[in-house]
Each structure stands twice: as C-alpha cells, then as structure tokens.
C-alpha cells in the first residue's frame, strides 16, 4: 500500500493539520449479522450465517457482531452452533447485543455459555424523543436503567469465569441526545464496570438515524471522548448508519475526532438506508496508503457471498465493487486512460486519471476496464484493439476507423466489447479474410 498517495490532497500535503488525518486503521468491527440481518427483507438462516461468519473471518474481522441471541430460537441457536461446533478462531471475538431488560439480559447469557471470548453489548435509548415518548422515564430514571443492568452484566458474567468478557455499552440514538447527559449516562455504566486501561471496555456511539451533518457528528465524539470520566479505560466505538448518504464521511470524520473503532457492514445493508460500508471506509484507507488489515482482494468473491446471504444486490455503481467502476464510457476518459498505462511503470504510485485504484488489487481486471459504446472515441476503439489483437493503428486510420464503428454502433444501439470491434476492422479493410 506503500505506493498510494498520502491521505492529505496535494493543496494540503504540506501543511501541519496532523489531526486531520486517518493514520492508522480502527478496530474494525462486523454487524453485517446483527443490524444488517435485523433490516433483511428475509433474514438469514443458519446456512446463510454460516457463510457470512466464515466471510467475514476470511476478510480479517477479529470482533463480529453475531446476533441478538435474546430475540428469537434461531439466533440463540445459532450462538450455540458457533460454540458448541467450535466455529470461533482462536484470534475472533464474537459479540452479541441486547436490550436493557432483564429476561433478555440472562437468556444472553445462557446463550454464551462454554464461549472463549466474548463482547457483550447493552444498550437503551437516551435520546428526549425516546425518553420522551416510547419510554416514558425521566432523564434520572434512564441513568438508573442503564447502570442496574450494566450491574447485571458484571453478576452474571462472575459465573462464567473461564470466559474472557469484555462489555460493550450504546447509548442509542446517541447523536440525538444532549451531550451533557449521555456522558453522564456513559460514565455511570463505566464506573459499574470499573473501565480501566487494563480491563478496557466499549463505549459505542450510534447515530442511530442520521440527523445531522458528519462534522457536527465528529464534534459530539470529539466532546465525548474529552470529557467522559474514564477514557482511558474506554475504546471509542462509533456505528454510524446512512440516512443521509454520509455514513461513509461520518466515519472518517469520527476517526479523526477521536474514535478508535467501527462498526459497519458489508456494502452498507442495514436497517433502512444501511449501516456505514465498512469496505468503503476500508478502501479508502488503503488508496490513501493506510493498510486498513482487511482484505478486500478478491472483492467480487466477497460480493457474491454477500448477495447470496443478504439476497439483495450490490448497486453497479457501488464505490471499488460494483459492476460499472472499473469501466469507462467517455472517450476522453478513455484515452487519458490509455496513456496514463502506457506511461505507468511498475510499482510507481497509483496517479491513473479516472481509476482511483488499481482493480487489480481487489481482483478485477484491467480488461474490464475499458469498453467502447457510441459515446467513446477513437483513444478506446484503438486500445481494445491493441490489447486485445496486438494492432496499432495509425492515427488518421483511428479516426477514420472510430467514425465507421460509431456508425455500426449507433444503427446496433449496443456497446462493443473488442470481439465485435474486430469484426467490424474485418469488414471494412478485409485485410485478413
Ligand atoms: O443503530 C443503533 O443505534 C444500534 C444500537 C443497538 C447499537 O444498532
Ligand atoms: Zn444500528
């Protein structure tokens, strides 16, 4: 990843900002099989989150949200296959989340039972409109609900000591709550847990619905991450969801305010508009010469398991893995391309017009690149004939030879893939029939 460009835009590489950068990645954690499952039109069953757990190992996910074993037989049971089956690498944590209610709360951890490590998650709403609404409870009575059960986490998981706990907390709708008190909140449940730096727990910041604009989210954590009592027995979670399309620069802003973790999932499914993609955040990392530690190089591999799973499809458009990024329509894209490869030198730094990336790194190939339809000009045609059957043509033949496959093409109305311009190359010079 060396070779990537830093992550500071050239106007600004030398200019002292050192806060404004992602210089390290987070601690990347899955909730593909809980938030993103919950949101499934169909959601997952035991064959299907199988194969997403073993996805999500294979990309390099240590922490991976599993479920919400409380809420239904099949996600409990689905936490004792992982166990009981010895389906957890030695160096995963599984994670699993609940409500602050007290039933579900001991049928979590029976769930867990005989498990090495695990993150167990708790959470209730702080946000005035929850309060106010659905709860019915007053600001004190909130701060009372979260500390008795952040207290029953501790009771219950003194039982099982020969698993190593680590708890997690949420204060839900944390991005619309006052900030004042959800750090009192916050502080509450890290004193129940006696959050140290060498017994660390999670302190996870959702915005829950995306109110408001990613900088005035990095401003709450960085607010948050100043003024919590314990930071230094916390690690800073943010799980951002996307119900303004800015899930991805939320997160990115959030790590550089302070936060040290993420929660997200896989091409951004979940609850309504999705949770953050974490392979977005991941891959811009990586272009900007930050190894993110996931591994997305065999990123249509990934897709289709992630389609199979979540039975929904990925957008052609979707940033580094849809079916259309690698492929450039406009002439003038096109030949900037094309030179731009011909000048390139192995191992140089990554500065191709139009191509953020190289596909090769994720798998793609460099023959999708380029295809030619009647909006593209002569520099296409002539590299897919180049690349393709090792023919130069010289420039007045390509202008010449581009106006006739713009006409075929425009009679056809379809794009030419280099198989078809050839044909075309045959018909018109017969220099090889
Ligand atoms: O979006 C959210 O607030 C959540 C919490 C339960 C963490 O998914
Ligand atoms: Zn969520």
Redesign the pocket.
Known sequence: SSKYRPFAPVNLRDRTWPDAQITHPPIWCS?DLR?GNQALIEPMDVERKIRMFEQLVKIGFKQIEVGFPSASQTEFDFMRKLIEEKRIPDDVTVQV?TQAREHLIHRTFEALEGVPRAIV?L?NATAPVMRRVVLNMSEDEIVELARTHAQMFKDLAARYPQTQWQFEY?P???SDTELEFSTRVIDAVTEVWEASPEKKCII?L???VEHSSPNIFADMVEWTCRNIQRRDGVVVSV?P?NDRGTGTATAELALMAGADRL?GCLFGNG?RTG?LDIVNVALNMYIQGVNPGLDFSDIDAIRATVEYCNQLPVHPRHPYVGDLVYTSFSGSHQDAIKKAFAARKEGEIWDMPYLPIDPKDLGRSYEAVIRVNSQSGKGGIAYLLEAEYGVQLPRRLQIEFSQVVQQEMDALGTEFAAADLWKVFEKEYGLFS
């Open positions: 909730v938030d989340l998650h959470y949420s839900e709708m944390y996870n959702p915005t829950t799980h969801h929660e609850e949770n």
